[in-house]
């Protein structure tokens, strides 16, 4: 089978709605972004980058359920917290450094399992989840980007 036969592209879509807020549309679904009131939005919905810590919970989540059969695993029940430095200033236009983006982000994942799970094979599960989750490796590994801006 090809990388072609089992690629899926994803598309999001979005549109302004004022000076800050901006709604996405994911297969039917909407996202509501906006900035706090202290950087100049509404808050009417998370902002971006608390969307991307979002999107890495759930996709843990998920992953712990999809590799936990390859471990003969029972999940019961995820918890997952991730957090991670912002400094908005070189979003603002305020400051060249530091980045645009987290300065870093880490997470914490609470399973609990039907039974009593080895130390070693919670180290390989753990390990095998940070691999195969796709935000993780997102987050982890420079992903090419490409942004076309035209005129509306």
């Avoid at 089978?1 to 807020?21: K, N």
């Avoid at 939005?41 to 902002?47: F, I, L």
């Amino acid at each position: 089978m090809s990388d072609s036969d089992t690629t899926q592209r994803m598309r999001v879509r979005g549109t302004s709605d004022g000076e800050s807020r901006f709604v996405a549309e994911a297969r039917g679904h909407s996202l509501v972004m906006d900035d706090p009131e202290a950087m100049g939005g509404d808050d009417t919905g998370a902002m971006p980058v608390e969307y991307l810590l979002a999107a890495w919970t759930g996709c843990l989540n998920a992953t712990v359920r999809a590799v936990a059969p390859d471990f003969d695993l029972e999940v019961e029940g995820v918890d997952v917290e991730v957090a991670g430095e912002f400094d908005p200033r070189k979003h603002l236009g305020q400051a060249d450094d530091p980045r645009a983006g987290y300065q870093g982000v880490e997470a914490s994942v609470d399973v609990a399992f039907a039974d009593t799970v080895p130390d070693e094979t919670l180290a390989e599960f753990r390990a095998a989840v940070e691999e195969r989750c796709p935000v993780s490796d997102n987050l982890a590994a420079e992903t090419p980007t490409d942004v076309t801006l035209d005129r509306a």
